[in-house]
T-cell receptor, first 110, second 116 residues
Framework: DAKTTQPPSMDCAEGRAANLPCNHS???????VYWYRQIHSQGPQYIIH???NNETNEMASLIITEDRKSSTLILPHATLRDTAVYYC???????????FGSGTRLLVRP | EPEVTQTPSHQVTQMGQEVILRCVPI?????FYWYRQILGQKVEFLVS????????KSEIFDDQFSVERPDGSNFTLKIRSTKLEDSAMYFC??????????????FGNGTRLTVT
């Protein structure tokens, strides 16, 4: 599975959009981009995933560049409860596992 | 919304003892997984399980570890003879499919294993 690069930490103000970048320059055609988050020591929580089109659900939006070498997770109106470690993971379609990196620690400030 | 449940939430055991961690995956899911996270470290893949057999395992998953789906609802991780370095959070996960829209893994909230 392709490697991803994320900034170690970010912060944003409550109520503003949080834009979390991820670089996956070696991604191949059949690899999906997944985003998870982990709040404190809870289990990783699935947020969103996509292949090449932008995706939106009730939690977030995922913007994937046309060359698929990078993506951005957008939390449109961050709340204090969005403070967590966010993981961008590239996973081959039909692979049995997700490989977690170090992620981005997002702090939402009041 | 259906969720993966894990019991117990915290397990304390003595070194050398056997321990079984239990999970109830989401009911229509077919693929099951165990991960662990040592305090302050990354979430690490241990094993995946499908159709009553291991489909993939990591180097961590040595002969001390085993998994089982003893009935239609439970999925267990057994550590035969625990070591101090087995102390970690153990997360169970399940997914409906491997690819496409139904492929995301859904995780439980973990069992904290403390080996003394």
């Amino acid at each position: 599975d392709a490697k991803t690069t994320q900034p170690p930490s970010m912060d944003c103000a409550e109520g503003r959009a949080a834009n979390l970048p991820c670089n996956h320059s070696t991604i191949s055609g059949n690899e999906y981009v997944y985003w998870y988050r982990q709040i404190h020591s809870q289990g990783p929580q699935y947020i969103i995933h996509g292949l090449k089109n932008n995706e939106t659900n009730e939690m977030a939006s995922l913007i994937i560049t046309e060359d698929r070498k990078s993506s951005t997770l957008i939390l449109p109106h961050a709340t204090l409860r969005d403070t967590a470690v966010y993981y961008c993971i590239v996973r081959m379609d039909s692979s049995y596992k997700l490989i977690f990196g170090s992620g981005t620690r997002l702090l939402v400030r009041p | 919304e259906p969720e993966v449940t894990q019991t117990p939430s915290h397990q304390v055991t003595q070194m050398g003892q056997e321990v079984i961690l239990r999970c109830v995956p989401i009911s229509n899911h077919l693929y099951f997984y165990w991960y662990r996270q040592i305090l302050g470290q990354k979430v690490e893949f241990l094993v995946s399980f499908y159709n009553n057999e291991i489909s993939e395992k990591s180097e961590i998953f040595d002969d001390q570890f085993s998994v089982e789906r003893p009935d239609g609802s439970n999925f267990t991780l057994k550590i035969r003879s625990t070591k101090l370095e087995d102390s970690a959070m153990y997360f169970c996960a399940s997914s409906e499919a491997l690819g496409g829209d139904n492929s995301p893994l859904h995780f439980g909230n973990g069992t904290r294993l403390t080996v003394t």
